[in-house]
Every structure is written in structure tokens, then in C-alpha cells.
């Protein structure tokens, strides 16, 4: 079992910037990706960005490109989301996820971390 815990959210002014972290415990060994999701108010949950824990190798949505960066630190097992020039429909909660291989289901999710943006 892998337990991720998310932190970094809050309250930014459109066009500022937050960190979120993600980091994970027990069997982190078998994390081959770790992503963040985001879900609005009365909306489906959506992918943002991936990365590949063993390499680095990051994947990003249309809508993050350019404005979000996802990096990991192996050696914190924290996995981080940088969001710059935010907006107030990036307002949502945050997700972290894990899974074990490139095939599989994220499996392992943080309870989430609340970002909204005031314009």
C-alpha cells in the first residue's frame, strides 16, 4: 500500500503562483508514476500532469502546459505540482495519485488540497 498526502493549497490572487506537495509513504518502492488530478465544483475530475518516478519523464495536459510544472524529489518521496499565473477557473481541489506500472489504474490517491483564485 502506498499512502500519499497532499499540502501546498490555499487562497492566491489570479496571476500568482503556489507549490502543491504530494508526498508518499509505505511501499513507495512500487510507484512507477505519480500524477495530480483536479476536480472543480460540479465537474469531472481532470488530469494535469504525470511524472515518472524512476526517470523524471513528465506529461502534461493541454490546459497545464507552459503555466504548470510537475518534479519529484526520490530522495523526499514527494512528488510537487508548480502552478504559475493561476486563474480563478484553476479553482479546485488537487489530487495526487500513484500507480504501479504504466498499464494500471492510479490506485492510491491523497484526500486532496483545496487552491482557489480570486480575481
Known amino acids: 500500500q502506498v499512502q500519499l498526502v497532499e499540502s501546498g493549497g490555499g487562497l492566491v490572487q489570479a496571476g500568482g503562483s503556489l507549490r502543491l506537495s504530494c508526498t508518499a509513504s509505505?511501499?513507495?518502492?512500487?510507484?512507477?508514476?505519480m500524477a495530480w488530478f483536479r476536480q472543480a465544483p460540479g465537474k469531472e475530475r481532470d488530469f494535469i500532469a504525470s511524472?515518472?518516478?524512476?526517470?523524471?519523464?513528465?506529461y502534461y495536459s493541454d490546459s497545464a502546459k507552459g503555466r504548470f510544472t510537475i518534479s519529484r524529489d526520490n530522495a523526499k518521496r514527494t512528488g510537487y505540482l508548480q502552478m504559475n499565473s493561476l486563474q480563478p477557473e484553476d479553482t479546485a481541489v488537487y489530487y495526487c495519485?500513484?500507480?504501479?506500472?504504466?498499464?494500471?489504474?492510479?490506485?492510491?490517491w491523497g484526500q486532496g488540497t483545496q487552491v482557489t483564485v480570486s480575481s
Open positions: 509505505g511501499r513507495t518502492q512500487g510507484i512507477y508514476t
Open positions: 495519485a500513484a500507480r504501479g506500472g504504466y498499464f494500471d489504474n492510479y490506485e492510491y
Open positions: 511524472i515518472v518516478w524512476s526517470v523524471g519523464n513528465a
